[in-house]
């Protein structure tokens, strides 16, 4: 009985946290983060400041779900296109193609909740621990795609790099394992043991070519498909970042390209930098 007399109790809670939410988003469209206000909201909703302090304590309380939501929303929508880039038989290339513009679209159809996540900090305000998950869940689905590929001379300072983070944080490697666990086969140490025979053995005799460095050494105990895999979804987010940031925020206004086509080109010299068919 009591359980059931709670129910609406709690659907009216989570009701009124939405609408509270809903209406932070437009201030946020309206100005950015800086102009997110609890005393407005309540205003509008027809509340008393405590009553609102109900369901956000404070502002970066409000500020910390709305994150977490757009995150999330946005990791959803990356899952969903990885999904339906899998079907058949499209290649690394053209799975690529495909994320970037599932991440583009997203990002043009939500701008202030993008430009919450990936434009400037608000000022005085610190995101809670567990929103770095959720970030690398956006970026999850493209590990994979690069685990398979073969980094060329270009990324490899980027490969040695991202393979000594990996060494040095469980994280970074629990998170490639999650999304490509291929990279991260039961033959890890084989290959380890084998890799640091070839390793020796070129120093012996002088040879310093960096593309067999990134391709058949390890780094820190790191697997090259794994430092691959972090390597291409970092330098992914950089270029997606940079490209897609400019665009919702409207530096493209005036000039003749479209935004999906300088999109695809940065997404083409990564995919030959890193060998994708």
Do not use: C
Not at 211 to 236: I, K, M, P, Y
């Amino acid at each position: 009985m009591e359980r059931a007399q709670q129910g609406p109790r709690a659907r009216y809670r989570e009701q009124t946290r939405a609408e509270i939410k809903n209406l932070a988003l437009r201030q946020l469209a309206e100005g950015g983060g800086g102009a997110l206000a609890l005393t407005r909201i309540a205003k509008e909703m027809g509340l008393s400041g405590p009553a609102l302090y109900r369901y956000f304590v404070s502002r970066d309380d409000l500020l910390s779900a709305l994150i977490r939501d757009a995150y999330d929303d946005a990791a959803a929508a990356m899952a969903r296109a990885a999904a339906r880039s899998a079907q058949g038989s499209r290649g690394g290339r053209a799975r690529l193609h495909d994320l970037a513009a599932a991440y583009r679209a997203w990002a043009i159809a939500e701008p202030h909740r993008y430009l919450l996540i990936q434009g400037d900090p608000v000022p005085g305000y610190v995101a809670p621990a567990d929103t770095l998950e959720r970030a690398r869940a956006v970026l999850g689905p493209f590990l994979p795609l690069f685990a398979a590929g073969k980094p060329g001379p270009a990324v490899a300072g980027t490969v040695e790099e991202m393979a000594a983070w990996l060494a040095a944080d469980e994280t970074v490697g629990a998170w490639v394992a999650r999304y490509a666990p291929d990279a991260v086969g039961p033959d890890a140490e084989a290959d380890e043991a084998g890799a640091a025979g070839t390793a020796v053995a070129a120093e012996a005799v002088g040879e310093t070519d960096e593309t067999e460095a990134v391709g058949e050494t390890r780094s820190g105990g790191a697997d090259r498909a794994a430092a691959s895999a972090l390597a291409g979804a970092v330098l992914a987010w950089t270029q997606l970042h940079g490209s897609v940031s400019l665009e919702v925020a409207g530096q493209f206004a005036g000039m003749a390209h479209r935004g999906g086509t300088l999109l695809g080109a940065h997404m083409e010299l990564l995919a030959d930098a890193f060998g994708l068919e």
